[in-house]
């Protein structure tokens, strides 16, 4: 599949409904308290037991913020006091102590990433005594193959920190940038002066972080299109090797902190879609890739370059070039997955050095992967990672008969069809340039979980643009 990619103001406002991002299938909505610790250590023993040893990934949740972005969806803790990150850090040794436990050391660590929140909370000294704990108790990798990852607000860091952060092995690098208008920083409470992100991002290159990636949100208050241009100009004068896009989802029903913007500076519905548009069509001219989901990618970098050879993945922490890795998540709320279950930690920090200090694993919940999930994941992840479905060589290799197996899910693609969003013939399932922006309605059609809510999950779920 290339990276092409088509926008139609209205075929994406007809489709632009609320639906899962599909970083899982099922997706989080299904787990269940049921699934505990027990669970979790027989899948670990399972996975040791491969004849071939799988690499890891590891992901780490640093919660912590010290002021509030207002749009901000994600799971943190506000605070200014600093001795907060002291405490977590003495919690998440004994959480990667009894981790470790569980993975044979031949089982090389190929992938960490630092999220949150905001990592960059803790201080050099705390961040060099977390990576020495990983270093003890995992095998990470040390060549230029690893991906050490880590996400980084630009008013956190200067010259010496990007220093300090790179010789702890890490060499990719994401600043959260949202958008350089000052009037749009003001109401999201997010003041970032664009001359202070352009030098962290000229200090990375300088340091030797091998990737550089800029995430923005369109959609914001106070947005403008002629103000949103001029921030993707600058973007791109930059040149991040990858630029992630993402859509304001307005639910202050679900995220407090949203409460806080005024409801008379919410970006229009069609201003919306005129940035998505100008998104799309300044980084395409720019030369970046549309790798899907809102992510765009230099035509050299590694999503692109899986993206060409059918490689692409997609997991918790979006779309990734690594296949077959068990995901272990650290920290409050993080998410893993091994073999086929997944397990996702306390959400509520109180909560999590509770059972840490109990001397067990903070599990919340999970879940296990039946039969039936396995091949309705494989459809789903073919469709948003690679565009199409072969149905002949999936039958073969899931042992169904495509076209009998997914019959109901074939019959509700048709007006997608006819509207120009996937091609159905000859024995193969196409997404079009079009579709590509909208795959998260494609995909949809084929999870078997979304309609058993009585609102369909539309609650739960950003809208799809």
């Not at 489709?15 to 299904?30: C, K």
């Not at 200090?357 to 039946?370: A, E, F, K, Q, S």
């Not at 309605?441 to 009585?454: E, K, V």
């Amino acid at each position: 599949m290339g990276g092409g990619v088509h926008f139609d103001a209205a075929i994406v406002r007809r489709y632009d409904v609320p639906g899962p991002r599909y970083t899982s299938y099922p997706t989080a909505l299904q787990f269940s308290e049921t699934i505990g610790e027990a669970d979790y250590l027989k899948a670990t023993r399972a996975s040791n037991d491969d004849p071939i040893p799988r690499p890891l990934s590891i992901y780490v949740h640093v919660p912590f913020c010290t002021s509030p972005c207002f749009y901000c969806g994600c799971t943190r803790v506000i605070t200014r006091d600093r001795t907060a990150g002291a405490r977590y850090l003495s919690r998440l040794q004994r959480e990667i102590e009894l981790q470790a436990r569980l993975f044979d050391r031949d089982r090389t660590v190929d992938q960490l990433h630092f999220g949150g929140g905001t990592p960059t909370f803790l201080s050099d000294a705390e961040l060099a005594e977390l990576m020495r704990l990983m270093r003890h108790s995992f095998s990470l990798r040390d060549d230029r193959l690893r991906e050490f990852s880590i996400e980084v607000d630009p008013r956190t860091v200067d010259d010496a920190r990007l220093a300090a952060i790179a010789a702890e092995g890490f060499n990719r690098i994401s600043l959260g940038v949202q958008d350089f208008d000052p009037e749009v920083q003001k109401a999201v409470n997010r003041i970032q002066p664009r001359e202070d992100v352009l030098a962290v991002m000229t200090a990375a290159r300088r340091h030797g972080f091998q990737s550089i990636s800029v995430d923005l949100i369109y959609g914001l208050p106070k947005q403008t299109e002629d103000g949103f241009a001029h921030t993707l100009d600058q973007v791109i004068a930059a040149r991040p090797d990858r630029v992630a896009a993402y859509s304001y989802a307005h639910l202050p029903k679900t995220f407090k902190g949203q409460t806080q913007i005024k409801s008379e500076d919410l970006c229009p519905p069609e201003v919306k879609l005129a940035l998505l548009g100008i998104t799309i069509d300044k980084l395409t001219a720019a030369g970046y890739i549309y790798i899907g989901m809102d992510h765009f990618a230099l035509p050299d970098d590694e999503l692109s370059i899986a993206l060409a050879d059918g490689s692409l993945q997609r997991n918790f922490q979006g779309y990734s070039t690594r296949a077959g890795l068990d995901l272990v998540g650290l920290g409050m709320s993080a998410i893993g997955q091994v073999c086929d279950l997944y397990i996702q930690n306390e959400r509520l920090l109180d909560d999590w050095a509770a059972a840490l200090d109990r001397g067990r694993l903070p599990i919340w919940r999970g879940y296990r992967l039946t039969p039936e999930d396995r091949i309705r994941r494989a459809a789903i992840r073919a469709l948003m990672c690679r565009g199409e479905l072969d149905l002949h060589k999936f039958g073969e290799r899931y042992n169904v008969d495509f076209s009998s197996h997914f019959a109901a899910e074939l019959a509700k693609l048709e007006p997608l069809e006819k509207d120009g969003l996937l091609e159905v013939g000859a024995g193969r399932l196409t997404v079009t340039p079009l579709g590509r922006l909208l795959v998260r309605a494609i995909a949809m059609q084929f999870d078997a979980y979304l309609n058993q809510d009585s609102d369909g999950g539309k609650r739960r779920f950003s809208r799809i643009v």
